[in-house]
């Protein structure tokens, strides 16, 4: 038997702790089957509807990611809004059969960290949740090309060179600490350029943020 001890300063990252919304038992019991057998990923609770997901993330701030069915009773987009009213740092990533342009427009203003189809590979949803869990922005492909094909008000003028930098990597899905990295700036100078970014464009968070960027291209 190996008896070797890890080094005093080895540490193992902490799982993804996870929660799922969702009315249907079939999606709930084949998700947590999936994410169970991930090493990174624990799945801590799954519930039926927006309103049980609200009161237990009111409870406790120590989940990484919320999976929210959007047509779930009290509606995954319900929720959303009432937990970016309380400010809570669990991160959302949507789960729907369809990307209809109304639920996208939502998601996009309230500020959801992703958007998943349900329709998609299960390898894609466990990846979402790990980008989601790094702090990136995840939409799929469908819901990029409406974003795309929406008008935009604002020109490109308006934006520094720097500031055209930090979009663009937030817009390809990169967190924050990725943005410093790549520009070799601080995360508190990614943070100053978005400030500025959303101030000139009107919008409230990086999602509305990225969706502006993509209607550029």
């Known amino acids: 038997m190996n008896t070797t001890q890890p080094p005093h300063n080895f540490q ?65 987009l319900q929720a959303l809004a009432e937990l970016r009213k309380l400010e809570h740092p669990t991160r959302i990533l949507l789960l729907t059969a369809f990307a209809d342009g109304e639920s996208i427009q939502a998601a996009l203003q309230l500020g959801a960290e992703g958007y998943a189809l349900k329709t998609e590979s299960p390898t894609q949803t466990v990846e979402a949740i790990r980008q989601v869990a790094q702090g990136r922005l995840v939409f799929p492909r469908a819901a990029q090309r409406w974003m795309a094909r929406r008008p935009s008000a604002f020109p490109h003028h308006e934006l520094s060179n720097r500031e055209i930098d930090v979009l663009k990597e937030l817009a390809r899905g990169c967190s924050n600490a990725e943005i410093a990295a790549m520009l070799s700036v601080s995360e508190n100078t990614v943070r100053f350029h978005l400030k500025n970014v959303y101030e000139k464009l009107h919008v409230n968070n990086r ?9 550029q291209k």
């Open 12 to 76: 193992l990252s902490p799982p993804i702790r996870v929660v799922l919304a969702d009315d249907h038992a079939l999606v709930t019991e084949g998700l947590c089957r999936l994410l169970d057998q991930q090493p990174d990923m624990e799945v801590v609770q799954a519930v039926g509807n927006g309103d049980e997901l609200v009161q237990l993330l009111r409870a406790r701030e120590d989940i990484d990611v919320a999976v929210v069915d959007v047509q779930m009773p009290y509606s995954g």
């Open 207 to 215: 999602t509305e943020a990225a969706a502006w960027f993509l209607r």
